[in-house]
């Protein structure tokens, strides 16, 4: 048996199935969970990876009670645990009381990096860097016709030397519209990359987007009144203090930080999943942005204001695309979207920072007061239970 499988990408699905069965001595049920296809079609599989032999398939829920910029708003949520769709339509009812979420997202401006090697960063570097300036962003556009007729396009150039290896890294900030702009950029810097070498007589190295897209920002605030959050165990007053005081834990403490902004990527990720996003760009990008003053910190940001309610924001950096790849191709990613009422790429932004935010307050919340196993218990339970009588496995949502 060896996993040397040279041409498998070329062969039929049944017969690629046929090999991974037999290198795993899989049985005919096996085979079967693997194979299916479903929706997506094995066409379509084939298209978006290499050597497929099935999907994988999730729950896809939809959370209610969103009011995002005045809009009544369904969200779609494709993700495997045990309540994050209540915790998020929970929350969304919170910040509802208090008219909603308000949502903006930056021009969605993403950045390619290309590394150039010299021995020392000199006055002369700088200025043909700065004398070539836009006639290096002209190149970039070059062949970008549509790009350019929807508004976007590269926009500007700067760079930083960095000693220790000897690199001046130059930033290529091109504004990719709908698109999420990996291929656009990485295409650019590739191509960029000739020419400034060939300015600065000099080796290149990287040509490569950044995921750390700290130009495309997206914004999304809420306030909960104190009454909303009143509960059988604490007065409103303290659980907004409760509140405050468990997102502080989160600044001071890396331990609570990580589960806080797992909890804030609960709500994130499903979205980008159910609408064909690249969640793994997204997750990098959050992390470090949260990071980047040298201290991991937690995303989200909650307090009181003075007449003692709760007011909650979150800021990330949030490339997502609405035209091209997946988005476009996957039969439920584009339901979806139409489910979402077809954003635009900064929309969606927001709409994604919304439920990230939605999601942290129900977290905070129970955290605060009860904790979240009594909730969790309790869809647990139903589970358990309708899986023992063989009913299959369902979830509820028990504060929405
Ligand atoms: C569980 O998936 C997420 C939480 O742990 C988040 C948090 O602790 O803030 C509940």
Partial sequence: MTSRLPGFYELPHSERLRIVGQFAGLSDDELRSLGQFGILTAGLADVFIENAVGTFSLPLGVATNFLINDREILIPMAVEETSILAAASHGAKLARAGGGFKCSATEPVMTGQIQLFVDA?????????????????????????SLISRGGGARELDWRWIPEIKSIIVHLHVDTRDAMGANIVNTMAEKLAGMLGGLLCCETGLRILTNFTERRLAKAECLVPKAALESREYRAEDVVDRIVKAWEFAWYDVYRATTNNKGIMNGIDPVLIATGNDW????????????????????AKWSKDLDGNLV???ELPMAVGTVGGVTKLHPTAKAAMRLLGLPDARELAGICCAVGLAQNLSALRALASEGIQRGHMDLHKKNLDLMAANRGPRTGASKN
């Fill in 121 to 145: 960063y000199t006055d002369e570097d700088r200025a043909t860097l700065e004398a070539n300036h836009d006639a290096l962003i002209a190149y970039a556009n070059r062949g970008h016709d």
């Fill in 280 to 299: 793994r760009a997204i997750e990098a990008g959050a992390h470090a942005w949260t990071a980047r003053d040298g201290t991991y910190r937690p995303m």
């Fill in 312 to 314: 909650g924001s979150l």
